[in-house]
């Protein structure tokens, strides 16, 4: 009876172990579960993943991600091991450029431990790859809509030999990817070089949402990571606009009124305060 129950635990353990990642890095809060959604069944989700409840009234108006020079994660760009294959993080600052499947994951890791350490937010412009550094940025162009977005890669995933890139549920929607599951796309890294290039958005069109303005650069950055904390999924977009002496804490740019005066509304529940719209 004792062999009998012994070999019983000794099956759970392996089963329970089989359907997790095993990674080396320290442990994210997800194996993304858009990859291993079936292809042969558009639109389904597995296992309880899915949209959630009440997702934003206009998902097209969350800004793109904005690169910007950051560190990186101390942890998150080890080898490591997932699935039984090994993965080395791309910290040369080389090119990278891939075609592929792109999937997204939803509810089911909304609100849990990235392998940045960040929590994950379904409606950020976030995504999880393989080797990409973290953090860093990549554009993903839909090669059937033609759409593209900016995401910040802050996860590792998707392990599936069909995929190249789980994308959140937000910048899904916004490529025309969420109901079939999973789509075509092109990965573009960008580049610490890329991101030097354009240091400046103030050359960048489009509407801003002033949030602030100072003489001192400093002060500036100082409101600039306040106001992080309290933004969220919207933090991406912030830039700091310098001109004639001044730096101003914005957000944007934003491709038309409507996503501004989405934005706009966010910002004041969230901070509030009533931003000054400005035109570049």
């Not at 976030?126 to 593209?148: C, E, F, N, Q, W």
């Not at 030999?161 to 959140?168: A, G, H, N, T």
């Not at 001109?243 to 706009?264: E, I």
Request: one cysteine or more; proline letters at 8%; aromatic letters at 6%.
């Amino acid at each position: 009876m004792k062999i009998q129950l012994l070999f019983i635990a000794a099956v759970l353990t392996l089963a329970g172990c089989a359907g997790q990642p095993q990674r080396s890095t320290p442990p994210a809060a997800k194996a993304p579960a858009a990859s291993q959604q079936s292809s042969a069944k558009p639109g389904g989700y597995y296992l309880d993943d899915g949209p959630g409840a009440n997702p934003p009234p206009n998902l097209d108006a969350i800004p793109d991600a904005v690169p910007r020079a950051e560190a990186l994660n101390k942890y998150a760009n080890r080898t490591y091991t997932a699935l039984g294959q090994e993965y080395t993080p791309q910290v040369n600052g080389k090119p990278y450029k891939a075609t592929g499947l792109a999937s997204w994951y939803g509810r089911r890791f909304h609100g849990k431990k990235t392998a940045s350490g960040e929590l994950y937010d379904m409606y950020a412009m976030t995504a999880a790859h393989p080797t990409l550094p973290i953090p860093s940025y990549a554009r993903v162009t839909s090669l059937d809509s033609g759409k593209s977005v900016v995401v910040r890669i802050n996860d590792r995933g998707p392990f599936h030999s069909k995929r190249i890139i789980d994308l959140s549920y937000t910048a899904a929607a916004k490529l025309g990817i969420v109901q079939g599951g999973s789509g075509q796309v092109e990965v573009v890294g960008i580049t610490a070089h890329d991101v030097a290039q354009n240091r400046d958005p103030t050359d960048t069109p489009g509407t801003y949402l002033q949030l602030a303005s100072f003489s001192s650069r400093t002060n500036a950055e100082k409101e600039l990571a306040r106001a992080a904390t309290r933004l969220d999924r919207d933090s991406s977009a912030l830039v700091i606009l310098a001109q004639n002496d001044r730096y101003r804490v914005a957000l944007g740019p934003y491709a038309d009124s409507a996503s501004a005066d989405a934005a706009a509304q966010e910002v004041q529940k969230r901070l509030n305060l009533k931003p000054v719209r400005m035109q570049r």
